[in-house]
């Protein structure tokens, strides 16, 4: 099963925030894309979204995931 391209453009956006260092628009789109994963599984269902769902995040590489991450924890102050 392939990413569809909405969350594949999302996920090109959000890598190349990284890459640049704008983590305020990488933390925005990841949360995007989340919110694009959960509005599909209203839609189509968690079964089918949740695969979906790992494929798009395995674009991702561990330092992009962490990075992002870590960043939307210490902006909500974790």
Do not use: P
């Amino acid at each position: 099963m392939a990413v569809r391209i909405e969350l594949l453009d999302e996920v090109v956006i959000a890598k190349r925030c990284f890459k640049n260092n704008c983590m305020e628009q990488a933390g925005k789109v990841w949360e995007e894309i989340h919110d694009m994963i959960e509005e599909l599984e209203n839609t189509e269902g968690k079964e089918k979204v949740m695969h979906e769902y790992h494929q798009t995040m395995s674009l991702f590489t561990d330092d992009e995931v962490f990075g992002i991450t870590d960043y939307l924890k210490k902006k909500a102050g974790c």
